[in-house]
């Protein structure tokens, strides 16, 4: 069993200075934890792999495409391979659980 608590996850992403921490990889999926504090702008480009956001915290609006939405704590958006896609307007510190399938490069 392989299991993880969100704050340790938390401690290590900032201790590695870094947005993203990948903390599970399997043959099929990879598992990160993403951060964008409230203000940030999201960097991200199109992944090669589909992606499930799980929300854990914060308030932010999402681009998927040409659709919009706003998530909070709780939402759950799944982006297909190759799909333009960004975070913006957080208007709360965003903490994501990002599944990639197969597992990100």
């Not at 999926?29 to 940030?40: E, F, P």
Request: hydrophobic share 40%.
């Amino acid at each position: 069993m392989k299991a993880f608590r969100l704050d340790e996850l938390e401690a290590e992403r900032v201790a590695n200075e870094g947005a993203y921490l990948q903390f599970l990889r399997e043959r099929n999926m990879s598992v990160g934890l993403y951060a964008l504090d409230a203000g940030q702008t999201d960097p991200q480009n199109p992944h090669a792999q589909d992606e499930v956001y799980f929300v854990v915290s914060g308030r932010a609006s999402v681009t998927v495409g040409e659709e919009t939405t706003t998530v909070a704590r709780g939402s759950v958006v799944y982006v297909p391979a190759g799909v333009p896609h960004k975070f913006h307007h957080i208007s709360e510190d965003l903490r994501v659980l990002v599944v990639f399938s197969p597992p990100e490069g």
